[in-house]
């Protein structure tokens, strides 16, 4: 198996050498507030019924009904329909059930997180629209 092979374990050694060299967890540490002011403000969208995100990885819960936090049903597809706009926009992002995830690159700058969200908010507004919300 791979698990405790000396070549996977050199490999992880290696990335750990370049997070150090390049000083990776201090970029994350300098973009993330910026990520996270962006996430959390999705909050306030008549289809986001939860906003959680840590460092550079956050999710949105999608809802039919922000004030009961009732979830869409799967047969609509409203995640993988959301999922779709955010191509359309040039964004890809993980739709898992009812919700979507964000987990962009470690090297990513604050304006391309704003580029990020600007074009997500794009997506779900025209996801708003097509279930007659919006």
């Known amino acids: 198996t791979y698990s405790g092979h000396p070549v996977a ?7 750990l050498e370049i997070y150090e060299e390049r000083r990776l967890i201090d970029h994350v540490q300098a973009v993330s ?5 962006r996430l959390v403000r ?8 939860n ?3 840590v ?3 956050g999710g ?3 809802v039919a009904d ?20 955010c191509a359309e926009h040039g964004l890809i992002l993980r739709n898992i059930e009812s919700s979507m995830a964000f987990c962009p690159p470690l090297i990513i700058t604050e304006a391309q997180i704003d580029d990020l969200f600007n074009r997500f908010e794009d997506a779900l507004e025209d ?7 919006g």
């Not at 999705?42 to 019924?49: Q, S």
């Open 9 to 15: 374990a050199a490999v992880a050694l290696r990335t």
């Open 33 to 37: 507030p910026r990520f996270l002011e």
């Open 42 to 49: 999705l909050g306030g969208h008549p289809l986001v019924g």
């Open 51 to 53: 906003v959680r995100g």
């Open 55 to 57: 460092g550079l990885i």
């Open 60 to 62: 949105i819960e999608l």
């Open 66 to 85: 922000k004030a009961t936090r009732r979830a869409f049903d799967a047969a609509q597809r409203v995640g993988p329909f959301l999922s779709e706009r």
């Open 127 to 133: 996801t708003h629209k097509w279930v007659g919300q």
